[in-house]
T-cell receptor, first 114, second 114 residues
Framework: GNSVTQMEGPVTLSEEAFLTINCTYT??????LFWYVQYPGEGLQLLLK?????DKGSNKGFEATYRKETTSFHLEKGSVQVSDSAVYFC?????????????FGAGTRLAVHP | EAQVTQNPRYLITVTGKKLTVTCSQN?????MSWYRQDPGLGLRQIYY???????DKGDVPEGYKVSRKEKRNFPLILESPSPNQTSLYFC?????????????FGPGTRLLVL
């Protein structure tokens, strides 16, 4: 079936550290891949996305590359800030029957300390 | 401001007492859906709607109902809530019909069923 696996959290980092959150997927067809972020007490916001293999999504210093050969979409940031503390969700998007279905990973909580 | 709104944001109720969570979007989106978020499980889709009067089950529809009488509104109804429906609920919307399109999420409704 279709599924997303993320590294378990929480991930705790010091400010300016390098961040990697691993995400791998299993899917039939050719999904689009997303990273959503959930700040404390808020809903989900799109962070970045990639719609086909080898595409790189980027936003706010975060990057992720759609790797079909390893079925991965790992999230990276070179220097995290305290304001990046949030829960990060990897998701795959399947398009079928005219609608988009999002399948989420379990989420990874990131805590950044000064 | 383009947004998805949900009401109420917080709700405590008792087993068996019918409740409705409202969802409204002002972006003229065709597609709307409901998710529940539970620890370790990420977000799972409850119901979705591709247009007015067109709704269908997601992955965890048991115990829920929805309706789509107007394009902007998509209420979630729990006719006889049970404690296992204690969760964080999100409504989402998107333009509809385009592969890999972004879904926009509401702020969430935290429900506790005693």
């Amino acid at each position: 079936g279709n599924s997303v696996t993320q590294m378990e959290g929480p991930v705790t980092l010091s400010e300016e550290a390098f961040l990697t959150i691993n995400c791998t997927y299993t899917a039939t067809g050719y999904p689009s891949l997303f990273w959503y972020v959930q700040y404390p007490g808020e809903g989900l916001q799109l962070l970045l996305k990639a719609t086909k293999a080898d595409d790189k999504g980027s936003n706010k210093g975060f990057e992720a590359t759609y790797r079909k050969e390893t079925t991965s979409f790992h999230l990276e940031k070179g220097s995290v800030q305290v304001s990046d503390s949030a829960v990060y969700f990897c998701a795959l998007n399947l398009f079928s029957g005219g609608y988009n279905k999002l399948i989420f990973g379990a989420g990874t909580r990131l805590a950044v300390h000064p | 401001e383009a947004q998805v709104t949900q009401n109420p944001r917080y709700l405590i109720t008792v087993t068996g007492k019918k409740l409705t969570v409202t969802c409204s979007q002002n972006m003229n989106h065709e597609y709307m859906s409901w998710y529940r978020q539970d620890p370790g499980l990420g977000l799972r889709q409850i119901y979705y709607s591709m247009n007015v009067e067109v709704t269908d089950k997601g992955d965890v529809p048991e115990g829920y109902k929805v309706s789509r009488k107007e394009k902007r509104n998509f209420p979630l109804i729990l006719e006889s809530p049970s404690p296992n429906q204690t969760s964080l609920y999100f409504c989402a919307s998107s333009l509809g019909g385009h592969q890999g399109e972004t879904q926009y999420f509401g702020p969430g409704t935290r429900l506790l069923v005693l």
